[in-house]
């Protein structure tokens, strides 16, 4: 029974790797939400654990790599800001 669990889990990941499974509209939009809520739901230990893996990630950075960054997010925040949302479209 082991070995057919392994291999069904092996499977699943085979196929989640190779993109043959497709997300829905829903899950896409649902992404934040259960993200803000699983972190709304983390210890404040495990939150600092969160932080200090971000920041030794961003300290072991080269200075290309932390510009890169930077440029990553500017043209993320730049697009979010040009980009309208559900919301703010009238009926």
């Given amino acids: 029974m082991h ?12 196929k ?3 993109g043959e499974q497709q997300c829905t509209s ?16 983390l210890t404040p230990d495990q939150r600092q654990a969160i932080r ?3 920041r030794l990630l961003y300290a072991n950075m080269t200075s290309e790599q932390k510009q ?8 993320c925040r730049a697009k979010r ?3 309208l949302s559900k919301k703010n479209l009238s009926p």
């Fill in 3 to 14: 070995n057919y669990l392994t291999s069904k889990r092996m499977n699943q990941q085979k």
């Fill in 68 to 75: 890169a960054k930077r440029n990553r997010e500017k043209a």
């Fill in 52 to 54: 200090d893996r971000q």
């Fill in 26 to 41: 829903k899950q896409i939009e649902a992404r934040p939400t259960n993200a803000r809520a699983r972190y709304a739901n």
């Fill in 16 to 18: 989640v790797l190779q």
């Fill in 81 to 83: 800001r040009n980009t």
